[in-house]
């Protein structure tokens, strides 16, 4: 069989930018993306750039960014297939390079690796763990389930996907990342809903988002935002070629 070149782009408006329960951003973001395939590999790069001056008057990220800087770029390569003999586990390992523009945050890279159990619910583990500033790992469960269709506008169906996640940090990880708390803790819950549309070759997926984190400690570790539980929205707009 002779394989083919995958590319899907994407870009996504989001009211807010939260990451692993950080709020980085409290103001609408713009995230770009683009990935290509290849057999079972995969490069991509992500994006993201502020849409209003918000950096400007919130020192505690370490961002200096306008409105229209990109603050992130992250560049990675991952690598996914079936383990041999069990037809409904993959793995998957790649590694990612995270470049901070327009602020005075580290660059720093994190390799990773996974497992997913296609089921109900497609329960999953990946571990990433931070081989340049951070030296700590960060590990996420999730669970994911989708519907192909809930209801329909005109002829046009409307699917919904729901997703959830539980992160949990090392103790080097958290030193870094949560104001020097030097201690292994799990640290926060992702749980969001999105409904995707297609339209034509191009796919439209509003969505909702709620994070939160678990931890008293993490919570009064946390420099960027005084609040610890954020809901936000976005919409997402895709085509794959």
């Known amino acids: 069989e002779k394989s083919a070149i995958g590319v899907d782009l994407t870009a996504d408006f989001m009211s807010k930018y939260i990451w692993?329960?950080?709020?980085?951003?409290?103001?609408?973001?713009?995230?770009?993306?683009?990935?290509?395939?290849?057999?079972?590999?995969?490069?991509?790069?992500?994006?993201?750039?502020?849409?209003?001056?918000?950096?400007?008057?919130?020192?505690?990220?370490?961002?200096?960014?306008?409105?229209?800087?990109?603050?992130?770029?992250?560049?990675?390569?991952?690598?996914?297939?079936?383990?041999?003999?069990?037809?409904?586990?993959?793995?998957?390992?790649g590694v990612i390079y995270y470049d901070f523009p327009n602020t005075v945050l580290k660059d720093t890279t994190e390799i990773?690796?996974?497992?997913?159990?296609?089921?109900?619910?497609?329960?999953?583990?990946?571990?990433?763990?931070?081989?340049?500033?951070?030296?700590?790992?960060?590990a996420s469960?999730?669970?994911?389930?989708?519907?192909?269709?809930?209801?329909?506008?005109g002829e046009?169906?409307?699917?919904?996907?729901?997703?959830?996640?539980?992160?949990?940090?090392?103790?080097?990880?958290?030193?870094y990342y949560w104001g020097g708390l030097d201690q292994a803790k799990v640290n926060d819950l992702t749980m969001s809903a999105s409904f995707p549309i297609a339209l034509g070759s191009w796919t439209v997926s509003p969505s909702i988002n709620y994070v939160t984190l678990l931890n008293s400690d993490i919570r009064r570790q946390d420099t960027y935002r005084s609040e610890s539980d954020y809901f936000f929205t976005g919409i997402s707009i895709g085509k794959s070629f």
């Not at 109900?120 to 990946?126: C, G, I, R």
């Not at 046009?156 to 103790?171: D, W």
Request: net charge negative.
């Open 141 to 153: 469960f999730g669970i994911s389930h989708s519907i192909e269709k809930i209801f329909a506008i």
């Open 20 to 93: 692993r329960g950080q709020n980085l951003n409290d103001d609408f973001v713009f995230q770009p993306s683009v990935a290509v395939t290849f057999d079972n590999f995969t490069a991509s790069i992500w994006g993201n750039q502020d849409l209003t001056g918000y950096h400007n008057h919130v020192d505690a990220t370490g961002n200096s960014g306008e409105s229209g800087e990109f603050t992130e770029l992250d560049y990675s390569l991952d690598y996914t297939n079936k383990v041999p003999g069990f037809e409904k586990l993959n793995y998957s390992v």
């Open 112 to 138: 990773y690796w996974g497992l997913s159990y296609d089921c109900f619910l497609k329960p999953s583990v990946t571990l990433y763990h931070d081989i340049d500033e951070a030296k700590g790992t960060y």
């Open 156 to 175: 046009t169906p409307v699917g919904m996907e729901l997703g959830a996640s539980l992160g949990y940090g090392s103790s080097a990880y958290n030193k």
